[in-house]
């Protein structure tokens, strides 16, 4: 839906574990070195120095802008001053721009109960990404990473995790509209960022008004309209063409957007058509190495083979086409249609499986991944202005959107000499038909102002899961069909029936807000198993209902002048997916997939606190976040008593806590500053009485600096940005989990419109051409947990990160 809004969180801790910190082929750090350089008083430190200083420099700024107010309304009244002016359209900038998905409403991201970003279009457009890889690059304790195992060749987006879980946890949605769940051997890479007017990010639980998959947070992409395009409300014809080129993986990305008014107010109709092209190639690891390094031990690949260095041979392309059709019957009522198409092909040379064996002689694997994803949606907006009901908003949707892997393998069988073709082919696909209805009411009760958010959200979703493998002798003429294998699970659909209700409450002539919130969740999963199924008797698949109250309370106070403090308590809940309740595979005597039917919901319980500070010039937040999950659901757990069966089974729990923090300061015209910061840790426990250990999704400080010059009269726009990653020196095991090192990288982003309507773009990524590894690769396996397997087809070296690259592009605007 259109109307919602954001939460937000932040968090720091405690306890100090011995670890060794290793860089592949380079420096070994000891825990204790790294202590001394990052303590825990340092952490917090500098999270509270960035904010205080950007603070007194904004409140510098406030405290001039009060003591010179009759100056400047007199300045104002004699017909203003030109330096005010530019002055006030170059602070614009550092304003808390509005987010619809926190509290389902239009707010201020300073005015919501919670920690929440917003990326603009203008920011993805200077930055020229076009992928979910790259969107996050600059959102500390954010991270995406990267599916370049054997499973997985095609280098997808492995999901979005927030605050230190991801996965399904994150729900990920598209103008309120859901996307495909992830599964063991498949991807929720389906979203292209090009056609966006904004990615919203909520950290933390947002059950209460998003339903369930809202576990660990949402990300909403939300997409353009025609009114985005047209200069003045004269236009009648507005758009833009663009190219762009990108040496990292030789990606070439055109764009033409038209948008037109067809009728004027008061029956206006607007329409828009839109679409992307984007060719490119698997990524180059100018950092990565091939030698035997601390933590890639050896790289036991065939000659034949990729070498651990490379990715292996890609050919990518996709395509985007955005159409929407805007209906304004009457001010403050809008209809809306909207038809989206997203498409990605990727061809892969999968070489690095190439291998010599006592049996065989493995010379080629080609694979192909087909991404599709449909959506038609029809929705109002709708100001109603009656007594009782401020305003109406309703989405009806239809998305079918799949994943289709195809491969085919060739053998030389030994001693035979035989050719042996094998074709695999795994289908994945959900279609959702989703309803969405919300109302918003404003009443007095007791002279208290409340403002309600109420209504209705539901969908029905198909699952079918189908795998085929045929194995093809071309010397016997033989062919053997399997199916059912992989990760198979039983087809299901799955319905989600939610009520909720938001009450925000004004105290204090407005300066204590109050926003409690309640959402009861009905969720039925119904199995449809066919033939091909293997069941296992006591764990045959059977229909799972729940449902489920979720809280949420959140509070806003004015302290003084610009200073505010919130917090907020915050419930989540998510069903288990049909993959972990059905999964079913006998490849007996390796191992066993055995379904659990019986898993419970996962549950989590968050808590925040911050403080903030908003000025003419400048802002900063500061707060701390706790999330305690409940019934986490770990994947691949041995059964007791089995040395074989593997399943799904819920954790006791797992503990994420931290702190995050954001400033702006505009020091002139044409000089600002910003920066973000975010440092987590957490624990975890199997099973109640179980020891506790550390959880490697809680990313440690990471801050994201950035300085920029703009020259309005020349269309000169600057920036430079610095990210810092403390190295990992807590892992769950670390004599086996890999403990990345710590790292700087600067980036250097450009644009200049040299004439109007022309734009040109330049970026410089890595321009020191550092060598490190993600945050995220904590806990990749390493020493005696990697095995032959893992060092031949997932090498740590294809983790490494991007070393350096640059992007150019030019765009007409009309």
Request: charged letters at 20%.
């Amino acid at each position: 839906m259109a109307r919602r809004t954001a939460n937000p969180a932040a968090g720091f801790s405690c306890p100090v574990a011995s670890s060794h910190t290793t860089e592949p082929g380079g420096r070994s750090m000891s825990s204790s070195t790294i202590s001394r350089r990052f303590t825990p008083g340092l952490i917090a430190g500098t999270a509270a120095a960035l904010a205080l200083t950007f603070a007194a420099l904004g409140g510098s700024a406030y405290a001039q802008e009060t003591s010179s107010e009759k100056e400047s309304e007199a300045s104002s009244t004699s017909g203003g001053n030109e330096k005010d002016v530019e002055e006030e359209s170059a602070n614009a900038y550092v304003f808390s721009p509005v987010t619809v998905t926190a509290n389902r409403a239009a707010r201020s991201l300073l005015e919501t109960p919670g920690n929440v970003s917003r990326i603009t279009a203008e920011q993805l457009d200077r930055r020229m990404d076009n992928t979910v890889k790259e969107l996050f690059r600059y959102e500390p304790g954010i991270s995406v990473s990267r599916q370049v195992s054997a499973a997985d060749p095609f280098d997808s987006a492995g999901g979005i995790q927030i605050r230190g879980v991801g996965g399904n946890r994150t729900q990920v949605i598209v103008d309120g509209s859901r996307t495909i769940e992830g599964i063991t051997d498949n991807t929720r890479d389906i979203v292209d960022t090009s056609n966006m007017k904004a990615v919203e990010i909520v950290r933390g639980p947002s059950s209460v008004l998003w339903g369930s998959d809202g576990l660990g947070g949402v990300v909403n992409f939300v997409t353009k309209d025609p009114a985005d395009y047209f200069r003045s409300p004269d236009d009648m014809v507005a758009g833009s063409a663009s190219a762009s080129y990108s040496s990292l993986d030789n990606a070439y990305v055109e764009s033409v957007t038209g948008a037109f008014r067809l009728s004027e107010a008061p029956n206006a109709v607007e329409a828009l058509l839109t679409v992307t092209r984007r060719d490119a190639n698997e990524p180059q690891l100018r950092t990565a190495r091939n030698e035997s390094t601390p933590g890639n031990p050896t790289c036991p690949r065939d000659p034949l083979a990729t070498p651990c260095n490379e990715l292996d041979p890609q050919d990518i392309a996709s395509n985007n086409v955005l159409t929407k059709f805007v209906w304004s019957p009457s001010e403050g009522n809008q209809f809306r249609l909207t038809g989206e198409y997203y498409t990605r092909r990727t061809d892969v040379d999968q070489n690095a499986a190439n291998e010599t064996t006592a049996t065989y002689v493995q010379t080629g694997y080609r694979r192909r991944q087909d991404v599709e994803r449909w959506r038609v949606s029809l929705d109002q907006q709708w100001d109603v202005g009656a007594v009782w009901l401020d305003t109406l908003d309703w989405q009806l949707t239809w998305s079918p959107q799949n994943v289709d892997r195809t491969g085919d393998r060739r053998r030389t069988l030994l001693p035979s000499g035989d050719l042996e073709q094998r074709l695999d082919s795994l289908k994945y696909s959900e279609t959702f038909y989703e309803a969405d209805i919300q109302f918003g009411s404003s009443v007095s009760i007791g002279g208290i102002s409340n403002t309600l958010t109420y209504g209705f959200d539901g969908d029905y979703v198909e699952t079918e899961y189908e795998r085929v493998d045929i194995t093809n002798n071309l010397t016997a003429n033989t062919t053997t069909v399997a199916v059912a294998g992989g990760f198979n699970f039983a087809n299901a659909d799955t319905t989600r029936a939610d009520v909720y209700l938001q009450d925000e409450i004004s105290l204090f002539d407005d300066r204590l807000t109050l926003v409690p919130g309640l959402r009861n969740s009905y969720y039925k999963i119904t199995p449809h198993p066919d033939a091909n199924y293997q069941i296992v008797p006591g764990a045959e698949p059977r229909e799972k209902e729940e449902s489920d109250l979720q809280f949420k309370f959140g509070s806003i106070l004015d302290v003084w002048g610009p200073y505010s403090v919130y917090a907020s308590y915050a419930e989540g809940f998510k069903m288990p997916t049909a993959q972990q309740l059905y999964q079913s595979l006998n490849s007996l005597p390796f191992f066993a997939l055995v379904p659990n039917p019986n898993l419970r919901p996962e549950s989590v319980k968050s808590y925040e606190a911050g403080l903030r500070g908003a000025f003419s010039r400048g802002f900063f937040s500061l707060n701390y976040f706790q999330a305690d999950y409940t019934d986490f659901i770990q994947n691949f757990v041995s059964v007791a008593g089995s040395a074989t069966d593997l399943t799904y089974d819920n954790l006791s729990s797992v503990n994420v806590w931290g702190v995050e923090a954001s400033g702006a300061v505009q020091f002139s015209p044409n000089w600002r500053a910003n920066f973000s910061a975010s440092h987590m840790r957490g624990t975890q426990q199997a099973s109640p009485g179980a020891p506790e250990t550390n959880f490697n999704g809680a990313l440690p400080l990471n801050v994201v600096l950035g300085l920029n010059y703009v020259e309005p009269a020349h269309g000169l726009d600057i920036e430079l940005v610095t990210t810092l990653q403390k190295a990992t020196t807590r892992v769950t095991d670390p004599a086996t989990d890999f403990a990345p090192s710590g790292y700087v990288t600067f980036d250097l982003l450009a644009s200049w419109e040299f004439m109007p309507g022309v734009t040109l773009k330049a970026a410089g990524y890595n321009l020191l051409d550092q060598r490190y590894f993600p945050a995220d690769t904590a806990g990749f396996p390493i020493g005696a947990d990697a095995t032959l397997a893992v060092q031949v087809l997932n090498p740590i070296e294809q983790q490494v990160g991007f070393g350096r690259f640059v992007k150019v592009g030019l765009e007409l605007t009309f």
